[in-house]
Every structure is written in C-alpha cells, then in structure tokens.
C-alpha cells in the first residue's frame, strides 16, 4: 500500500500544529508513513460486555481485533516513539470477576510485534461511582472498581522521556523532612537511605498511579456541545491524562496520533505545549463537537501560571487509610455461596456513631 504525506488526506478539520481526520482510522494510518509518529496515545474503544454506542468489540474478540492496529503502530512509530494505551478493565457477563483482555492485549504487544514494555501506570479516578452496582452496593462482595489500566509501551527499550516534565508537590511529611533533617540509615526492608535523600529539589517525582478525577461537568467542550445541540461523547478522558503523557514523553514539534479520539482531548493538549498532532475518529458528530475544543481556544487563556501557586486541601485527592473502620473481631458471617443468592433486603450501613468512635470523633 503506498505511503502518502500529511497533505494527501481530506482533513475535517486544520490548525497550525494539527489535523482531525474523519474516517476508518485503520485505513488512515495504513497509510501514514514508517517512523513518522513520536507519540501515539489513546483511549480505544474497551473490550466490554455490553456494546455501547461509540462501538466496542466483545472482549472475548479484542485480541484479534487489535492485532491489525498493533502491526500498523509498530511500523508508524519512530525508534525512540511511544504507545500509551489507556483501557479499562470489565466484568464476566453474569458473574463478579474479571475479563483478562486487557493483560492478555499486553502480552501479545509485547510478545507478538516486539514492543517493551516501559512502565504500567494506573489511572485512579476519585469521582468514580461505586460499580458494578451489582456486586458493590447491593451483594456487597466487590469493592468498587476505580482503575483504568495505562500501557506505556516503547519501540526500543530506550524511548524519549523525562520525569522532571511532570514533577508533583512534595507532601507535608516530606516538607517535614526537607526542614527538620533526617538521619541516614538503613531502612527495616533493607533499603539504604543515604543523606542525599534530604536533597530539596523543588518538587517530588511522580508514582505511576495517576491520580485524576473524570468531573468534567461546565468545561468549555461542553458548554459548546450545548450550545450547538450536540451530543457530548459518552467516554471522555480527562485532559490531563494525555497531557501527562504528551509532557513527558514528547519535546515541542514533535508529532502526537490519537487514532481513536473521541472529542479530541488529545488534539487539545498538544495544541496548548505546541506539539504537532493528529486525531482520527469515525463518528463524525464528535469531531463536530471537538470543534468546540480549539474555537474556543483563542477566547480564553491556556497559558497555566503556577509563580505563585500555593497548596490547598482542594489540590489533593486523599485516600483514608485501610482499617480506620476495622474492629477487633469481625463477628458477622460470610454467606458460603460467596454472595450467589441476590439479597432480599437493602444494604446494611455503618453505625454513625461507632463510625465517629472509630475516626475519634465522638460527640461525647
């Protein structure tokens, strides 16, 4: 199949820095030319049990349904390129456990076409509903499901990256230790922590465990969406996400794909750090509503200032920490069919009171 140039394609939509391409995206990247892309990262459609209307693939067929993307991605990437893949896992249709799709897509990468993988990361939304309702809130015999899989995968084991682009605020115990002082020594688990631990520098290297709540609810993508009486896409990752990947991973002027984009949040991010891109999607009435993301643009700042920043509770998403609820003994009874038979009354609830004791806030 012949290789065509940027310029050959019959785009929907052009900036300066980058293309939205309405169509098959497999087709569209066939012909995209061999290491051109710098950065391919996407949200693909998930493998789940029930279909849902930006199309998906049964997770029993995902595999086969990838492989021809995985070919097309290995060849389009440059040597030092890579592929981020963020997935959500699913459910077995009628039963509390997991689909294997997304370890098994991981595996055929990285075994079937070469590709390394250079990190798992995992995507925490704090904001996520308690699901599947079935087996959270009225079985009770799962715990919410609020991860996303991420995939950073390299053509090369060395592909570009740096994680000073990404840095975090360091936490008050470290703040703590940066003024105080600590003393070197080795650690129970065996770790060697010397003096330059307590080197300040400026800022804390980031865990792989994104922490980033999908709220979007009056951003400016969907006050347009509104406005023009279009239909929001349904499965929308936070801008963050991509931008997080696009920072650490590309330099400005490099060359970013998202072939399944959706509302084009990626196609935003690198038109703010001046990054070349291109979005592909089949359903033209999101690229519709994309639109939104880039006239808009010019209306308001996208330049962040952080000078002057200061921390506050609402920059912080905070876990408790496991057993601040737990008791000495555990005195109900498991159901030995592990929660087969559905319930006949609602959900039991916690004690406020005993709650309060337990956190040490009791209103004595």
């Not at 994104?210 to 499965?235: F, G, V």
Request: hydrophobic share 35%.
């Amino acid at each position: 199949m012949p290789q065509h140039s940027h310029d050959d394609f019959n785009w929907f939509h052009t900036t300066k820095l980058g293309k939205m391409f309405n169509g098959d995206s497999y087709q569209f990247i066939s012909n995209l030319r061999a290491n051109s892309i710098d950065l391919i990262v996407t949200s693909p459609p998930f493998g789940l049990v029930r279909e849902k209307e930006y199309g998906n693939v049964p997770a029993d067929e995902y595999i086969n349904w990838f492989k021809p993307y995985a070919h097309q991605f290995k060849r389009i990437l440059k040597h030092s390129g890579s592929l981020v893949i963020d997935i959500g896992g699913v459910w077995n249709k009628g039963e509390p456990t997991r689909h294997l799709y997304h370890f098994k897509l991981l595996i055929m990468l990285c075994d079937e076409y070469g590709f390394n993988l250079a990190q798992d990361f995992y995507w925490w939304n704090p904001a996520k509903l308690p699901t599947p309702a079935e087996w959270v809130t009225v079985r009770r015999i799962r715990v919410k499901d609020a991860l996303n899989k991420i995939w950073w995968l390299s053509k090369s084991p060395w592909p570009k990256a740096s994680n000073r682009r990404v840095l975090q605020p360091y936490s008050d115990s470290m703040e703590d230790l940066l003024t105080n002082g600590y003393k070197p020594n080795l650690r129970p688990s065996g770790h060697d922590i010397s003096d330059r631990f307590q080197n300040d520098n400026g800022a804390a290297i980031p865990p792989n465990l994104l922490a980033i709540a999908n709220t979007e609810s009056n951003s400016p993508y969907l006050r347009y969406c509104r406005s023009k009486q279009l239909r929001p896409h349904p499965a929308r990752f936070p801008v963050e996400l991509p931008e997080f990947f696009v920072r650490m991973l590309t330099d400005e002027g490099d060359l970013v794909l998202d072939p399944f984009a959706g509302s084009c949040v990626t196609g935003e991010v690198c038109e703010r750090l001046r990054r070349r891109w291109i979005c592909a999607e089949l359903v033209e009435a999101y690229l519709e509503g994309a639109m939104g993301r880039f006239e808009t643009r010019a209306k308001r700042s996208t330049q962040r200032k952080n000078t002057n920043w200061e921390p506050s509770d609402n920059d912080y998403f905070k876990l408790p920490r496991v057993g601040l609820l737990w008791e000495s003994r555990t005195t109900d009874k498991l159901a030995k069919d592990g929660g087969k038979k559905r319930p006949r009354t609602g959900n039991r609830r916690v004690n406020p009171d005993k709650s309060r004791r337990a956190k040490g806030r009791s209103r004595d």
